[in-house]
């Protein structure tokens, strides 16, 4: 319950890291009059591992509080600052700097002749077959260095041409110019004729959707599932800030099976066939062509067709609904009350009793606690909210995420 209570803190503060905010933050204070010993275990071990808090902060409005218990409180401060440093060692994931690094200077994507698709398929064989849609088929490759890649072939049928030919042209344009560990790496491209080819990095765990359908035999416990959208929030926050592009870019078709899985279940975002560059200085972009996928759509974007960032959180609101139910996002199997999913929960997200009965019953009990379910439930919440200006940024999903996997840390 407490990183509950310090999380209503920290937002009625404004995620304010400054001592002079906390100070005058009477959530805060009273928590620290509740249970001064856990609140210095929580607010120490949130600044060294999450950056919501800075470090320095922390010590100086703990040492102020301190102050009023003498040495015991001193004490325990001794002891957090040591279990904090030692124990919970700050790493790479947790670092909120990281969710943006600086773009790394890469070689300019390879360009591939149709001859080397062909090689690289055993000339588009079935058995390499791994993926298919209204975009075209994506095949398991290796190439004539020995990497292996996963190879998009795009359908440039006279229906879907002109579609097709902007999509392809849209992804080489964005990803060649980003670089981030939660995006795609595209390798490559082939622009042979009237063929097209996009190249990719190849993810062995398949895409998220997959995943939660038990398509794979992966047993996917809360924090895996944690782990996933947490690096999926990172990816869509750097595309937002976009500081390789120097503009804004929305992905606009955000979702599950968008969500690619490296050997390690690291998340990865895929095919930005629809993503926008925002107008610079614009915070919205106007167009009469709503473009994305049924049970994905910012119902704002979809009624007034104004398209902004808040668009992809609303998509990613989603996801975590599925990453929390196990349920996809549309399911037409259903009965006409049940086929979507947000409005089957969205109504039960804040009560912490029916929660428990949309918890997807293939988790483990042992592996969740409560607390980080009902915080989870809570952002889940707020990014699918009907109007775009209640839904929270992607870089604040980050902070929440961090805090979340922190309380789910007590298992």
């Known amino acids: 319950m407490l990183p509950l209570l310090l999380l209503f803190a920290f937002r009625s503060n404004g995620f304010s890291s400054s001592a002079a905010a906390l100070k005058r933050n009477r959530v805060f204070h009273d928590l620290l009059k509740i249970n001064y010993s856990s609140v210095c275990f ?15 902060t922390c010590l100086s409005i703990l040492l102020h509080h301190g102050t009023r218990g003498g040495e015991a409180s001193h004490s325990i401060i001794s002891i957090h600052l040591t279990i904090a440093a030692g124990i919970y060692k700050p790493a790479e994931l947790w670092q909120l700097k990281d969710q943006c690094p600086a ?30 849609g209204g975009f075209g088929r994506v095949y398991k490759g290796v190439l004539r260095n020995g990497e292996v890649v996963a190879i998009k072939k795009m359908d440039l049928s006279p229906s879907k041409q002109a579609d097709g030919e902007r999509e392809f042209r849209v992804e080489v344009d964005i990803l060649s110019r980003l670089d981030h560990p ?13 063929h097209r080819f996009l190249v990719y990095e190849f993810m062995p765990k398949g895409n998220l959707q997959d995943l939660l359908n038990g ?11 944690l782990k996933i959208a947490l690096g999926a929030a990172r990816g869509l926050a750097y595309l937002h800030l976009s500081p390789a592009v120097g503009v804004p870019i929305v992905h606009r078709d955000f979702k599950s099976s968008n969500i690619l899985l490296s050997e390690f279940f690291e998340a990865k975002i895929s095919d930005f066939g629809l993503a926008k560059l925002m107008p610079e200085g614009a915070d919205l972009y106007s167009t009469t062509r709503v473009l994305g ?6 119902p704002e974007y979809a009624l007034t067709g104004k398209l902004t960032l808040q668009s992809d959180v609303y998509a990613f609101g989603v996801v975590l609904l599925e990453l929390l139910t196990g349920r996809r ?14 409005l089957k929960v969205h109504q039960i ?48 999903c980050v902070k929440e995420l961090q805090l979340i996997i922190y309380a789910n840390m007590k298992v």
Request: with cysteine; net charge neutral.
């Open 42 to 56: 929580v607010l120490i071990s949130v600044a060294f591992h999450t950056g919501v808090i800075e470090g320095p």
């Open 103 to 132: 773009p790394k200077k890469r070689n300019c994507s390879s360009v591939f002749t149709l001859k080397e698709m062909e090689e690289a398929t055993s000339a588009f064989s079935d058995a390499n077959l791994i993926g298919k």
């Open 182 to 194: 939660n995006l795609v790496t595209l390798i490559g491209y082939c622009a042979d004729g009237k």
């Open 215 to 225: 398509i794979s035999e992966v047993r996917m416990d809360w924090p895996l599932r």
């Open 293 to 298: 996928t049924f049970g994905y759509f910012d």
């Open 329 to 342: 996002a549309i399911e037409l199997s259903q009965g006409p009350t049940d086929q979507n999913l947000i």
């Open 349 to 396: 997200l804040n009560d912490r009793k029916k929660l428990r009965k949309v918890v997807d019953a293939e988790m483990s009990k042992n592996s969740y606690t409560m607390e980080s379910i009902t915080m989870f439930a809570n952002l889940a919440s707020r990014c699918v909210c009907f109007e775009s200006s209640g839904r929270p940024s992607m870089t604040e």
